[in-house]
């Protein structure tokens, strides 16, 4: 997909989120920041947390490595290396979600 189409697609994601949020309660209010940054992932949250200060940091269980994946799979870890260094680094609450 070319830069428009991705960004296009973030942001419907957002009015997405944003209208459950609405719909959800009305008088709840709710901050996302979503960051593109170029270099090693686990510095770059680690730069992101000193920076925003978030409440919690919600990350995924695996990225695309498949062979990884298959391996974590098949020991039943479900969570992949960002996540488990995120849920042992982390100055805030992580949420791993798949």
């Keep these: ?5 991705l960004r296009e697609e973030a942001r419907e994601l957002m009015r997405m989120i944003g209208d ?19 270099g090693r992932i686990t510095e770059t949250i680690e ?3 000193a ?3 978030p409440d919690s940091l919600i990350v995924g269980t695996r990225g695309e490595r498949t062979f ?3 391996v974590g799979q098949a020991v039943g870890t479900g969570v992949g290396s960002v996540s488990r260094y995120c849920l042992s680094h982390s ?6 979600v798949s």
């Excluded at 459950?20 to 170029?38: C, H, M, Q, T």
């Design 68 to 70: 990884l994946r298959q």
């Design 91 to 96: 100055p805030v609450p992580v949420i791993v």
């Design 1 to 5: 997909k070319d830069h428009d189409a």
């Design 47 to 49: 730069r992101m947390i």
């Design 20 to 38: 459950k949020n609405v719909e959800y309660d009305p008088n709840r209010k709710l901050s996302i920041v979503v960051e593109f940054v170029a």
């Design 51 to 53: 920076l925003y200060r």
